[in-house]
């Protein structure tokens, strides 16, 4: 399985941004997809993630403000996530990952910065 995300960047408090992840390679009728981030001297956590049916999960700090989506296509998957009423707790390294038949895939990591 393969991970391109793309997205993310500098943007002011109350701003949006949107952040992309393809992925090729897996069973996606399977698989469980998500962004994880990372804040500096924090754990990394699941900010957002979408089952292969499309049931949606997301940790509180972020409901009504963040909305996880995936695309299927032919051999391939884009899972998208916009960010809305972006905070500057928000700011922090975010990762695609992928979930798929008990191996977990990463992708690499894309910096989201918000300014107050």
């Known amino acids: 399985v393969q991970l391109q995300a793309s997205g993310g960047g500098l943007v002011q408090a109350g701003g949006s941004l949107r952040l992309s992840c393809a992925a090729s390679g897996s069973s996606f009728s399977t698989n469980y997809m998500g962004w994880y981030r990372q804040a500096p001297g924090k754990e990394r956590e699941l900010a957002a993630g979408i089952s292969s049916g499309g049931s949606t999960n997301y940790i509180e700090s972020v409901k009504g403000r963040f909305t996880i989506s995936r695309l299927p296509a032919k051999n391939t998957v884009t899972v998208y996530l916009q960010m809305n009423s972006l905070k500057p707790e928000d700011t922090a390294v975010y990762y695609c990952?992928?979930?798929?038949?008990?191996?977990?895939?990463w992708g690499k990591g894309t910096q989201v910065t918000v300014s107050s």
């Open positions: 990952h992928c979930a798929d038949h008990g191996m977990d895939y």
